[in-house]
């Protein structure tokens, strides 16, 4: 067998240029934006996707350009002046044009943060926490978080990055206050429902006094019909006797036609005389 001998300055190019080859393509990940250094110095930055650079020269650092959080948690004080221990949270997004300048400027997304993000958050969070009693922190957690937004948003106003939905993670308050304020709740609430019953009470109240006066209003109603029916029935009967009072004036032969329809058919018992005459009794005797 014949051994094929091949010259070790051929290997090493070959390997040079597979190496060459592979550190001349990179790819920057989704949701990120690529600063290509060249010995160290940030030239340019690319969008997501495939790239060429140069080997050994270029170099290439990744900046997330997608929605980051951070989170703080601090000691404060309340209006009353009582200790509090606060955690809040902030959502934070680098501009994508400015991300080469971001990195120019700080370095990347870690120094940015300690250096400009995080202490203006705490200073924004410091600045509103002491405006509000704890009482108002606990059940109006909506003003502060607006209070601690506005005045983050004033602060990083100069910075290429957009900051938004605050939130109030936690509030630790001294145990005996907290205690405080559940026995303030508890009575608030009883007092509520005391206030509910006796609404219901009055309503109910008021109910069966409407219900009372509908009914007297009714009976009161029919009272003024009967009396108006009775008093057109005696106005109608007056007319009649009237009408007949006429009629008798005008027509003596009824006051005849009565007498004959009211005529049982039989004869008087008794007939009047004249002044001289007495009684006569036209009734038969009866027989002993």
Same mark, same amino acid.
């Given at each position: 067998?014949?051994?094929?001998?091949? !010259?070790?300055?051929?290997?090493?190019? $070959?390997?040079?240029?597979?190496?060459?080859?592979?550190?001349?393509?990179?790819? =920057?990940?989704?949701?990120?934006?690529?600063?290509?250094?060249?010995?160290?110095?940030?030239?340019?930055?690319?969008?997501?996707?495939?790239?060429?650079?140069?080997?050994?020269?270029?170099? =290439?650092?990744?900046?997330?350009?997608?929605?980051?959080?951070?989170?703080?948690?601090?000691?404060?004080?309340?209006?009353?002046?009582?200790?509090?221990?606060?955690?809040?949270?902030?959502?934070? #997004? =680098?501009?994508?044009?400015?991300?080469?300048?971001?990195?120019?400027?700080? $370095? $990347?997304?870690?120094?940015?943060? /300690?250096?400009?993000?995080?202490?203006?958050?705490?200073?924004? #969070?410091?600045?509103?926490?002491?405006?509000?009693?704890?009482?108002?922190?606990?059940?109006?957690?909506?003003?502060?978080?607006?209070?601690?937004?506005?005045?983050?948003?004033?602060?990083?106003?100069?910075?290429?990055?957009?900051?938004?939905?605050?939130?109030?993670?936690?509030?630790?308050?001294?145990?005996?206050?907290?205690?405080? *304020?559940?026995?303030?709740?508890?009575?608030? /609430?009883?007092?509520?429902?005391?206030?509910?019953?006796?609404?219901?009470?009055?309503?109910?109240?008021?109910?069966?006094? /409407? #219900?009372?006066?509908?009914?007297?209003?009714?009976?009161?109603?029919?009272?003024?019909?009967?009396?108006?029916?009775?008093?057109?029935?005696?106005?109608?009967?007056?007319?009649?006797?009237?009408?007949?009072?006429?009629?008798? =004036?005008?027509?003596?032969?009824?006051?005849?036609?009565?007498?004959?329809? /009211?005529?049982?058919?039989?004869? !008087?018992?008794?007939?009047? $005389?004249?002044?001289?005459?007495? *009684?006569?009794?036209?009734?038969?005797?009866?027989?002993?």
């Amino acid at each position: 067998m014949t051994k094929v001998n091949i !010259p070790f300055k051929k290997i090493a190019l $070959g390997a040079a240029i597979v190496i060459s080859l592979l550190g001349s393509v990179y790819t =920057v990940n989704e949701g990120h934006i690529g600063i290509v250094k060249r010995f160290s110095e940030a030239k340019t930055q690319v969008n997501p996707g495939l790239h060429f650079k140069i080997p050994f020269i270029d170099s =290439v650092e990744e900046i997330e350009v997608r929605t980051r959080k951070n989170e703080e948690k601090m000691a404060s004080s309340t209006k009353e002046q009582m200790p509090v221990t606060i955690s809040v949270s902030v959502n934070w #997004t =680098v501009d994508k044009a400015a991300a080469l300048d971001l990195f120019r400027q700080y $370095g $990347g997304l870690s120094q940015f943060e /300690n250096r400009i993000l995080d202490p203006r958050f705490r200073s924004a #969070t410091k600045d509103v926490i002491p405006q509000f009693d704890a009482e108002k922190l606990i059940q109006d957690r909506a003003s502060a978080i607006q209070a601690i937004e506005a005045n983050l948003i004033e602060e990083m106003k100069n910075f290429p990055v957009t900051v938004d939905n605050i939130q109030i993670e936690d509030i630790k308050l001294p145990a005996k206050y907290l205690t405080s *304020i559940e026995t303030k709740q508890t009575e608030k /609430n009883l007092a509520d429902a005391e206030k509910h019953k006796l609404a219901r009470q009055n309503l109910e109240a008021q109910r069966d006094v /409407n #219900t009372a006066k509908a009914k007297a209003d009714g009976i009161r109603l029919i009272a003024i019909a009967e009396a108006e029916s009775i008093r057109i029935k005696g106005l109608a009967e007056a007319e009649s006797i009237t009408a007949k009072a006429k009629a008798l =004036v005008n027509n003596p032969l009824i006051v005849k036609l009565t007498e004959a329809q /009211n005529w049982d058919g039989k004869l !008087p018992a008794t007939i009047l $005389g004249s002044s001289n005459m007495p *009684i006569l009794d036209m009734r038969e005797k009866s027989k002993n």
